[in-house]
Every structure is written in structure tokens, then in C-alpha cells.
């Protein structure tokens, strides 16, 4: 067999009297662990036994075996009856990996594989973070931590607007590129432009030898796993993890305020335990979704960190359950989609964000008085007792609640859809890696 690879991603898997070929590395975890990646206008020649490679002038190439430490069992459903549950509950561990040895109590974080000076750091003017979809919410997070930790002005971009926009970057531009599979084709052009640019490209993605990491001047992985479901869940709270580690990183090249710092590690070392307890105490959901599961739409409303947990849960629901759904910023509400509300539609709300709290309540009394079902996630204790239900989420470092405010939405979109019976994993007209654009 002959393949060349273009554009698209390309993965050989080595075996034992057999090779593979596939477009990503989860395909055949179940034989083997020991893959080639091929770039750009590179051929294999594959018999049973063999593996030859050639450049585009067809002179042969040596090629080194990436073995992936991924295991088999983790590509697995494991008992669970879909991949989305199964990646919902590994969250703890995702986060728990994702944080690693960057972050050790009493330390300072570490990023071997980048070793920023603090030259480099202060010359750095704008950080652009750029993604689609789910890691582009996780890099809206990390937007709100940057400025307001590390003083430095952040944009949030979607990659395939950047890529055509003719953004304003120079050398002294930082541009974050955010991908779970490091090989969304919108992504990856989008960096190869910031680099054309001058800028210094880090790239944070999960997958080992994807093609962004080939094309990225830095790397920096989650390590949460395979990630089958096309709903991305562990994938993004890794994300937000370990963008929240680096910010700290650069704060502390930066010397930037210690006690903030300080609360901050602290708070991260408690994620995953808080993700567990959180995991334990929100069973009543399926029973919950069995309510809205024939609703036409449904709305999601936050204010600052709160909207972007109110994005990915309504990015969530939409994709596997196609039932439509908004999320809005609070504030908003009464310039155009309060007309929208009628009697029966669900408003999902996220009260976590200290100070904004009484003004967000404000805006769920008035969907409640024009007839809608509330649904509320919140670390705080609150005495309205008014709301269809309330969900209480661990509190923690008000800059990492979208990490925890996450967990419910994804299992109410997950409920949801079973309780239409459609196919959580594999939701009509998605794919999982995006290699077209
Ligand atoms: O692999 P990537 O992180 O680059 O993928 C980006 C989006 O395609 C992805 O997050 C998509 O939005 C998910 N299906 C959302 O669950």
C-alpha cells in the first residue's frame, strides 16, 4: 500500500506482522503503541512486514517511532455506556495528569518545555489566544486570568476569523494556539500566519505529534487522555487547567502578586478532588433533563467568567441533542432576547463570579416572571428559593469556577440526549477532528 499524506492528518501504526494506517492515533491503541507521523507531502510504502518512507522527490526517508503512553483500556468505554460519560467522570484524573509536575505545592510552576525568560515575557506587548469551538471557550478563561494577573492585553480569536482578518502582530506578540486534537485545519493555518508574522507561536494541545505540534515554536500538552466522544468534556477542563498553570508561570517570571499566586496553586491542587466531589453529588440530573427533553430551545445566561461556562454548555447541548440553544451575557438580556422567553423555556443560569452575583438574580427574576423553568449552577449560598432547581458546585479560586460550573451542563446535555435517544458519541454531521476547513 501507498500513501502520501496532504494536508489531512496521517498516522502509521507499526504492529507486530501488520501495519496500520488512520487519520488519528485513538483508531488503533488496541494494537499498538508504536506509530510514524508523516509530514506534508511524505509517502509510505507499507507491506505486511515493512515500512518504507519517501520525501515528495521520492528520496527515501528514516523516520523515528513515537511510542504513545496512552493505553488501551483508556480508548475503551470501560463499563461506561457511552465515551462522553466515561471522559465526563475521568475528569478528575484528566485535570489531576494535566497538572503534573508543573504545579507542586511550595514550588514554583514549571514549563521545562518552554523556559521563558523574563526578558522574553516583558517584551511580549498582546497575546492573542486562538482556537474553535470548545478550546476556544477554554482560551476566553485564560483571556480574563492573563490580564488580570499578568497585566498583559489578551485577544480571544476564532481561528477561522483570525486566519482572514489581517490581525496586528509583530515580534512582540505571543499567539496561544489551543487545539484537543492539534489537528483542526482552521487552527493550524491560523499559526502558520501568526508565525509568517513574526509572532512566537506556543501551541497546547492533547494529542502527541499532531500535526500543530510540528508547525508550533513551543508545545505544551494536557495530558487528559483520548478523547473519543465528539462533545468535547475532559479535554476542555485540562485546558483550562493547564492555561491556568501558565498563566502562573508567567506571573511569576513576572513577579506579579504573590498572595493572588498563592491562593491560586493552592485552589488548582484542590481541583480534582473538588471535581469528584462534584461528580458524587449531581446524580439527579437525567431525572431533571427528563423535564426539558422535547423543549425547542434553551437558553444559557452568565456574567464575566460566568458567560464562558454559559457558551460551552450551550455548545454542549446543541451538537449531540440539535436542540437549539443560545447563551447570552446577563446584562443583554433586555436588549433583545427577554422577547424570546415564554412560558416553559429553560434559562440556565451560572452565578459564580463574586460581586456580579445579585445582578445576574435580577436577570433570572425577570425570565422567571415571564413564565420560564430556571436551571442554576452556583458555588454560593444562595436563599432564592424560587429557581426550578439549583445546582451547588464546589467553591474555589473564583478564576477557576469555570472549571467545576462545567461538570452539570455537560451531564444535563449528555441526559438530555439520551433521553431522545440519539447517539451521544457520534452526533450527526460532526466530526471529531475538523481537517477541512
Ligand atoms: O480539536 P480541537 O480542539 O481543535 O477542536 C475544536 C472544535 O472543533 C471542538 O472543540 C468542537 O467545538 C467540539 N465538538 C465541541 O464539543
Redesign the pocket.
Known amino acids: 500500500m501507498i500513501v502520501v499524506r496532504k494536508d489531512s492528518p496521517l498516522v502509521i501504526g507499526k504492529g507486530d506482522g501488520e501495519n496500520f494506517i488512520s487519520s488519528d492515533i485513538p483508531a488503533y491503541l488496541k494494537l499498538t503503541r508504536n506509530f510514524y507521523l508523516l509530514k506534508d507531502n511524505e509517502f509510505a510504502v507499507l507491506t505486511q512486514n515493512d515500512i518504507k518512507f519517501y520525501d515528495n522527490d521520492l528520496n527515501p526517508l528514516q523516520k523515528n517511532i513515537t511510542k504513545i503512553d496512552w493505553d488501551a483500556t483508556s480508548a475503551e468505554k470501560n463499563g461506561y455506556e457511552d465515551f462522553m460519560l466515561k471522559e465526563i467522570y475521568e475528569q478528575p484524573t484528566a485535570i489531576r495528569e494535566t497538572i503534573g509536575n508543573h504545579l507542586i505545592a511550595g514550588q514554583v510552576c514549571q514549563f521545562d518545555e518552554l523556559n521563558f525568560s523574563k526578558e522574553f515575557l516583558s517584551s511580549i506587548q498582546k497575546i492573542y489566544i486562538v482556537?474553535?469551538?470548545?478550546?476556544?471557550?477554554a482560551g476566553l478563561t485564560a483571556k480574563t486570568m492573563l490580564e488580570n494577573i499578568c497585566e498583559i492585553n489578551t485577544e480571544v480569536d476564532i481561528?477561522s476569523e483570525f486566519r482572514y482578518r489581517n490581525p496586528l502582530i509583530n515580534k512582540n506578540t505571543l499567539c496561544i494556539f489551543?487545539?484537543?486534537?492539534?489537528?483542526?485545519a482552521?487552527?493550524i493555518a491560523a499559526l502558520k500566519l501568526a508565525k509568517s508574522k513574526g509572532a512566537t507561536t506556543l501551541a497546547i494541545?492533547?494529542?502527541e505529534g499532531s500535526s500543530?505540534t510540528r508547525e508550533a515554536d513551543f508545545v505544551s500538552y494536557t495530558h487528559a487522555g483520548p478523547e473519543i466522544?465528539?462533545?468535547?468534556?475532559k479535554?476542555?477542563t485540562s485546558?483550562i487547567t493547564l492555561l491556568a498553570i501558565l498563566v502562573i508561570y508567567f506571573a511569576e517570571i513576572l513577579n506579579k502578586n504573590s498572595e493572588t499566586l498563592a491562593d491560586l496553586k493552592k485552589s488548582i491542587l484542590e481541583l480534582p478532588t473538588k471535581a469528584e466531589q462534584l461528580l458524587n453529588h449531581i446524580e439527579d440530573i437525567p431525572e431533571f433533563a427528563k423535564e426539558f427533553y422535547q423543549n425547542k430551545d434553551v437558553f444559557f445566561l452568565g456574567r464575566g467568567l460566568d458567560y464562558n461556562t454559559a457558551a460551552?454548555g450551550s455548545?454542549?447541548l446543541k451538537?449531540?441533542s440539535y436542540i437549539h440553544s443560545e447563551a447570552f451575557y446577563s446584562g443583554e438580556l433586555k436588549h433583545g432576547p427577554i422577547a424570546l422567553i415564554e412560558s416553559g423555556t429553560l434559562v440556565i443560569s451560572i452565578l459564580t463570579v463574586p460581586d456580579l452575583i445579585e445582578k445576574s438574580i435580577s436577570n433570572i427574576q425577570e425570565v422567571i416572571t415571564r413564565g420560564a423553568k430556571t436551571l442554576v449552577i452556583t458555588d454560593k449560598n444562595l436563599e432564592h428559593t424560587n429557581f426550578s432547581k439549583m445546582i451547588k458546585i464546589p467553591e474555589t479560586n473564583p478564576f477557576l469556577s469555570p472549571i467545576l460550573s462545567i461538570i452539570p451542563l455537560q451531564l444535563f446535555a449528555y441526559s438530555i440526549t439520551k433521553q431522545k435517544d440519539l447517539d451521544v458519541d457520534k452526533?450527526r454531521n460532526?466530526?471529531?477532528?475538523?481537517t477541512v476547513e
Not at 131 to 137: E, F
Not at 229 to 233: D, E, I, K, L, Q
Open positions: 482556537a474553535c469551538g470548545t478550546a476556544m471557550h481561528a489551543i487545539s484537543q486534537s492539534g489537528e483542526t482552521d487552527t494541545t492533547n494529542v500543530i466522544a465528539v462533545a468535547s468534556t479535554a476542555y485546558q460551552e455548545l454542549k451538537e449531540i452526533p460532526l466530526a471529531k477532528s475538523v
